[in-house]
Structure formats: structure tokens, C-alpha cells
């Protein structure tokens, strides 16, 4: 034994914890070293230290025996990495079980009293399509309790909030499945630690559900999972035979819930839009689509589209205003860029809606330099009410302010989602509300004109602050040997890509490269790149992060303008922004009116003849 393992033998602490890490090599458990953190406590409950230690089953077995300073131990790897199997193998070695049967016996997963001991917690992931026509398996994980064929439960959605009946359903499960591979054997029940896939669920789960018992009327809802890549090419899929239109509205269902990562949708043009992680992925769920769940019928593929965000340089260079309908009601507002790293730990989840508004307080305060007063007066996050943009309350002593909160949310959540350079989503932009001038009547401050009003001027502080596109990039991993480097570096030049790391593999020829590549280049990459390489080139993509371009959108010549251009046509806006739809009253003094007036367009404005320092800026699309 190690001199590590006997001083831990002869230390006369009460408690002590154990966790292992490894990574399992099937049927060497006997002889392979395991790494464990081991943390010393004292009498009162307090850790006085860590170390890691690295022991062999052997030692881990006698340590074992040391029940009085054990507090708990736990068994931590991947999925499918021999947890279950090495539990076996340390509870064979104490003479619990026989030797012969370890990794048989499973004790750690099918022990009753564990079974039982909580309710049934158990999340779907995935949807799987079954040989029935239309019908899904639900699959998922058991984390507590045990579900059995004819258990009834309670379904869960990505939507469901405690306490409401939205997105929830209770259904009974009308048969229980073992899938390993392309066997499937039914079973009765299947205890917690198992995956299981379920018959009868599938109407009620779109792509991933939190199961739980009928009467857990408490329980929450397991987070939905969140991926390291995002749906950002697009394709619009249409009938050859006008005839087979319910088959491919049926097909885009079927595709959506059988798939997590894509998602379908309609456009107002009345276009069926598929996305996808990137042109491979979009392939195979096109081959999906057609062959398995539309029975081979035809369709017409468009070419691949990018989706980009729309995003802003810097504040606003002035406040500005909208009127509502009525003109008794008046909005002010500012945007500015989010701090750096602010956008992407809203979209880790680290930042939401739903945290704690001193918790989050304290974060952006520390993290990125916020106020923490200003900070508790975040109304909303957008768009989808968890979006990278959000609202900031900065006004001061404004009557009826909460009256309007609602409005000016649903008016952000629809601007957000369509922004104003090309209907995009934007990203990264915070709108800080600086006054409110309300009609002391609340008829004449409903929705109908407050959401208006908020839309337009959330697009005017947007084209204020030197909007920007957002473009998509992947970061691409390639193998290659040295002879074809020059060849991968040449077709990533021409890509717009660039390297970031170039190592050699240890003991071989090859090389491990990396670089990051926009995606609206990406089509054709991976043929191009074999061609320049002679086949020696093996690249890989996968979605990294969000680029700002350089150019400017509002100017026609340059290359954000002609995609924003593109975008708007295949949208059927105008291809053009009309800079007379962009107008702004200023309600200034002469001089200074006079000064300005030679800058901005002037068609349409309406003078009322009012002394003020504050400006006003409407926009229509």
C-alpha cells in the first residue's frame, strides 16, 4: 500500500470523503489505478484539506474497512464508462457477492430500497422514430424511482412553470422497453440509473419532457439540455407534386421531434424553413425527411441560407423618442453594446429571467462593472424571454410606469426577434428606457399603443448606436500530413478562415490544425478543401461563436450591405433600407435645428413649434 493510503489509515479524523475519477478499461479493474479526492473533516463538520491520491482496487478495499471514517463515496464518469461494474467489482472484493458475478449483479442500480427510496424522476431526450407510421419511442434516463408499463405520470414540458397546467399532461405509460442497438426487449419496469424507452408518450412530448408520479404535484421540471452548436443554416423545402403538401407538413413534425438539434418552421412568404447545425447535419435530416417520413416523395431543395444577429458598435448617439397613436404618450430610449462575455453567459444560463435578482445583481456587478441598483431593474431578456438583449429601467420618478412594463416587454420581444436592418435576431444589445411621458388616463395607455411605440423606438436607438451584422463561425478542426498543409492553408485564405493552432501529433505524421472559418463560406469547404489536398485532409465543423463584421450595413457597397440587401429580398421587404422611412423631429432651438437639418432626411416632419432639448426619432419599415 501507498504511504498515502497508510497515513490516511492512521489519521483518527471522524469523517472523510471519497470521490473517484477515472476512465474505465473494460475487465482491468483489478490492476488499474483510480485517482480520488480525498477531503479530511473534522469533529465539527469543517474540511481542513484535499489532497489526490491515486490507489489500486486493492487498496481501495482495504480502506473500505475503515467504515467509521467514511462519510459517503461517489463513482464519477461518463455515461456508459463501467460505474456499475466497478461498485460490483469493490463489493465483490469486500465477500459481499461472488467474484464470478460482478458486473452481473448490477447491486448499486437494482437494489429495492434504492429503487424506492425517492419518486420517479426521469428525463426524455430524445424521440425516436418506431416502425408504427407517425409513432415515437420516448427515450430517457430513470435518475429516481422506477417506471413500469401502465404507470400513469405527470409530463413535464420545456414550458411547464410549477404551479400552472401549461405544457403539462398526465398519461399513462402503455409499455416499457430496453433499446440496446436495434434490439428492443419489453420489459416490466426499469429502475432508476437505467435508460428506458417508453410507448404512448409521444403525442404529448415535442423533444424532451421531465416524467415524474401522478401525484408529485411539486416537483419541478429538469432543465431542457443545451448544445454546443446552434441551428444556423437554413433551407427551405417545398412539394414537386403540389399534392404532397400534408405529407411534407407531416415529414417537418416527424423531423422536428425525432431530431433535438433542428428546427422547422413558416415563413410569412408560406415557405417550409428547415435549420440545421451545418451542411452535413442539414443533409442527413433532408435524407430523413424525404425517405423515412414521407415515404419517397419528391421535394425541391433551396440553397443553403446563413442566419445571422443583428447587433450595435456602440450607444446611441442621441435619446430617442416615440409617440404612441393617440400622441399622448411618449417613449425615451438608448442602446447600447453588452459587455464582453455578457451575451454568451446569458446563453449558458449562467444569467436568466428566472435567477434570483440579487444573485444575478451580484454577478453583473462583479463580473462586468454593473451598478447593482441598476442591475435589479432588468425587465425582460429577448427575444423568446431568454434571448442575449434585454431591457434596463432607467427612469426616475415616472407615474403609471408599471402599468406599461407589459406593453413595452411584448413590444421589445417582437423588435428583438425581428430587427431592423433585415428581420433578424438581434444579439448583444442592451435598451435602457431613460423617460416616460404617460396620459394620466389608462384608456389612452393600453397596448394597442404602447406595443407600437416601443417597437419603433427600440429600432430607432438601433440604427442610433452604428448597427452591425453578427456572422456565424465555425470552428474547424483538421488532420492532415505536413505535405498538404500549404493546399489547406491556401483554400482557408480564400474562405476568409484563419489558423489559430497548428501542433503535430505525437509519434505521428499527422498534424492537428485549427481554425475558425464563417459559415456562409463553409458551403463546398470540405470538396474544395479535399481537392487542394489531394483527398489528405479531413476537416470537421462544428459551430464556436458569433462574429461582429467590419463593414457597415447601411452602405449598399459594402459586404454587410449586399447580405442585408439579400436577406431582405428573399424576405420580400425592400432590398434597400429607405433612408426616407428613417426620420427624426428634433425639438431644439433654431440654431441648433438648423445645424442638424442638413444631416438627416427631413420628408415628413411635423413641426409643433414646442422648446425642448430632447430629440425624437421614429422609424417605419
Not at 129 to 157: C, E, H, Y
Not at 337 to 345: F, N, Q, Y
Not at 446 to 452: E, L
Not at 553 to 578: F, H, N, T, Y
Amino acid at each position: 500500500m501507498s504511504r498515502k493510503a497508510l497515513d490516511i489509515q492512521r489519521i483518527g479524523i471522524s469523517y472523510m470523503l471519497i470521490f473517484f475519477a477515472f476512465d474505465a478499461i473494460w475487465g482491468y479493474y483489478h490492476c488499474f489505478p483510480f485517482f480520488m479526492l480525498v477531503a479530511f473533516y473534522n469533529y465539527s463538520g469543517n474540511c481542513l484539506r484535499v489532497v489526490q491520491v491515486k490507489f489500486t482496487v486493492e487498496e481501495l478495499r482495504r480502506i473500505m474497512d475503515l467504515k467509521h471514517n467514511i462519510r459517503n463515496m461517489s463513482v464519477i464518469a461518463h455515461v456508459d464508462h463501467g460505474k456499475s461494474t466497478l461498485t460490483d467489482s469493490l463489493v465483490a472484493a469486500a465477500g459481499i457477492i461472488a467474484q464470478e458475478v460482478a458486473g452481473d449483479v448490477r447491486m448499486t442500480d437494482t437494489r429495492a430500497d434504492e429503487a424506492e427510496r425517492g419518486p420517479l424522476m426521469l428525463y426524455v431526450s430524445k424521440m425516436i422514430p418506431a416502425s408504427d407510421k407517425g409513432r415515437f419511442f420516448a427515450f430517457g434516463r430513470v435518475f429516481s424511482g422506477k417506471v413500469s408499463t401502465g404507470l400513469k405520470v405527470r409530463i413535464m414540458g420545456p414550458n411547464y412553470i410549477p404551479g400552472q397546467k401549461k405544457d403539462l399532461y398526465v398519461k399513462s405509460v402503455q409499455r416499457t422497453v430496453i433499446w440496446m442497438g436495434k434490439r428492443q426487449e419489453s420489459v416490466e419496469d426499469v429502475p432508476c440509473g437505467n435508460t428506458v424507452a417508453m410507448v404512448g408518450l409521444d403525442q404529448f412530448i415535442t423533444k424532451n419532457a421531465t416524467l415524474t408520479n401522478e401525484k408529485e404535484v411539486d416537483a419541478h421540471p429538469i432543465r431542457a439540455m443545451k448544445f454546443s452548436v446552434s441551428p444556423v443554416v437554413r433551407v427551405a423545402v417545398q412539394c414537386k407534386v403540389a399534392s404532397d403538401l400534408p405529407k411534407l407538413v407531416e415529414g417537418l413534425k416527424r423531423l422536428a421531434k425525432s431530431d433535438p438539434m433542428v428546427v422547422c418552421t413558416i415563413e410569412e412568404s408560406g415557405e417550409h424553413i428547415i435549420a440545421g447545425a451545418g451542411e452535413l447535419h442539414l443533409e442527413i435530416c433532408l435524407k430523413d425527411l424525404q425517405e423515412d417520413f414521407m415515404g419517397g416523395a419528391e421535394i425541391v431543395v433551396s440553397d443553403p441560407v446563413v442566419s445571422f444577429r443583428e447587433t450595435v458598435l456602440e450607444k446611441s448617439c442621441r435619446t430617442v423618442m416615440s409617440k404612441s397613436p393617440n400622441k399622448h404618450n411618449r417613449l425615451y430610449m438608448e442602446a447600447r453594446p453588452m459587455e464582453e462575455g455578457l451575451a454568451e453567459a446569458i446563453d449558458d444560463g449562467r444569467i436568466g429571467p428566472r435567477d434570483d435578482p440579487k444573485v444575478r445583481a451580484k454577478i453583473l456587478s462583479e463580473e462586468f462593472g454593473w451598478d447593482k441598483d441598476l442591475a435589479k431593474k432588468i425587465w425582460c431578456f429577448g427575444p423568446e424571454t431568454t434571448g442575449p438583449n434585454m431591457v434596463v429601467d432607467m427612469c426616475k420618478g415616472v407615474q403609471y410606469l408599471n402599468e406599461i412594463k407589459d406593453s413595452v416587454v411584448a413590444g421589445f420581444q417582437w423588435a428583438s426577434k425581428e430587427g431592423a436592418l433585415a428581420e433578424e435576431n438581434m444579439r448583444g444589445i442592451c435598451f435602457e428606457v431613460c423617460d416616460v411621458v404617460l396620459h394620466a388616463d389608462a384608456i389612452h395607455r393600453g397596448g394597442g399603443q404602447v406595443i407600437p411605440t416601443a417597437r419603433r423606438v427600440i429600432y430607432a436607438s438601433q440604427l442610433t448606436a452604428k448597427p452591425r451584422l453578427l456572422e456565424p463561425v465555425y470552428l474547424v478542426e483538421i488532420q492532415a500530413p505536413e505535405q498538404a498543409l500549404g493546399g489547406i492553408y491556401g483554400v482557408l485564405n480564400q474562405k476568409r478562415g484563419h489558423v489559430f493552432e497548428e501542433m503535430q501529433r505525437p509519434g505521428t505524421p499527422l498534424y492537428n490544425i485549427k481554425a475558425y472559418l464563417p459559415v456562409i463560406e463553409s458551403f463546398g469547404f470540405s470538396s474544395t478543401l479535399r481537392a487542394a489536398t489531394s483527398g489528405q485532409a479531413f476537416p470537421q465543423c462544428v459551430f464556436d461563436h458569433w462574429d461582429m463584421m467590419g463593414s457597415d450595413p447601411m452602405e449598399s457597397s459594402s459586404q454587410a450591405g449586399q447580405l442585408v440587401a439579400d436577406i431582405r429580398k428573399r424576405k420580400g421587404l425592400k432590398e434597400q433600407m429607405d433612408k426616407g422611412s428613417v426620420y427624426a423631429l428634433y425639438l431644439a432651438t433654431s440654431p441648433f435645428f438648423n445645424a442638424c437639418a442638413q444631416l438627416i432626411p427631413t420628408k415628413g416632419l411635423n413641426f409643433a413649434g414646442r422648446r425642448s432639448c430632447r430629440y425624437v426619432v421614429g422609424l417605419t419599415k
